[in-house]
T-cell receptor, first 112, second 117 residues
Framework: KQEVTQIPAALSVPEGENLVLNCSFTDSAIYNLQWFRQDPGKGLTSLLLIQSSQREQTSGRLNASLDKSSGRSTLYIAASQPGDSATYLCAVFGSNDYKLSFGAGTTVTVRA | EAGVAQSPRYKIIEKRQSVAFWCNPISGHATLYWYQQILGQGPKLLIQ????????DSQLPKDRFSAERLKGVDSTLKIQPAKLEDSAVYLCASSPLLYDGGFYGYTFGSGTRLTVV
């Protein structure tokens, strides 16, 4: 069974600092990895989708890397802003079970 | 394109009452998912449909939860009777095809926050 772990569980940084969020997964048989943002009490917004054949994806201030063989992904958010405060979830889509498995998320607070 | 629509946004019920949630996926998406997200945890898959057939309902508590997808489009998730531990956000998601979830990813709705008192 796929296990997805996100460290740290919570993070507080001053505005302008770069954010580094980590995700690890136990089964490397995946089609892709997806990073989501979730605001309190809201649904999930997809940020980046990395296919298993890719090493990284970039969108604006966001960059996500994927090392499938070691079961790790990192989400970098450059020059953080208070509006980046949210919970960030990583999820992997398994190529054996065709299921999306989630981590518990990292809750980010960016202080003005 | 329009996103995944869910209703209601919020619901408060007493334990042992029943409740139903509705989801309208993105037009043309064959695969629909219901997830339960308890506060502080990642979403957990409850049931997965491909068109109007169930692909996986292994984590659905079938003694109290039921779900259907009429005509392969809209879906409803019902809880009867509700328990305190059912308090959670219920998320609906869709993707073009089961195996295409690997290419296009999932699109999630805004969720329904259920509070059981």
């Amino acid at each position: 069974k796929q296990e997805v772990t996100q460290i740290p569980a919570a993070l507080s940084v001053p505005e302008g600092e770069n954010l580094v969020l980590n995700c690890s997964f136990t089964d490397s048989a995946i089609y892709n990895l997806q990073w989501f943002r979730q605001d309190p009490g809201k649904g999930l917004t997809s940020l980046l989708l990395i296919q298993s054949s890719q090493r990284e994806q970039t969108s604006g201030r966001l960059n996500a890397s994927l090392d499938k063989s070691s079961g790790r992904s990192t989400l970098y958010i450059a020059a953080s802003q208070p509006g980046d405060s949210a919970t960030y979830l990583c999820a992997v889509f398994g190529s054996n079970d065709y299921k999306l498995s989630f981590g518990a998320g990292t809750t980010v607070t960016v202080r003005a | 394109e329009a996103g995944v629509a869910q209703s209601p946004r919020y619901k408060i019920i007493e334990k042992r009452q029943s409740v139903a949630f509705w989801c309208n996926p993105i037009s043309g998406h064959a695969t629909l998912y219901w997830y339960q997200q308890i506060l502080g945890q990642g979403p957990k898959l409850l049931i997965q449909f491909q068109n109007n057939g169930v692909v996986d309902d292994s984590q659905l508590p079938k003694d109290r939860f039921s779900a259907e997808r009429l005509k392969g489009v809209d879906s409803t998730l019902k809880i009867q009777p509700a328990k305190l531990e059912d308090s959670a956000v219920y998320l609906c998601a869709s993707s073009p095809l089961l195996y295409d979830g690997g290419f296009y990813g999932y699109t999630f709705g805004s969720g329904t926050r259920l509070t059981v008192v």
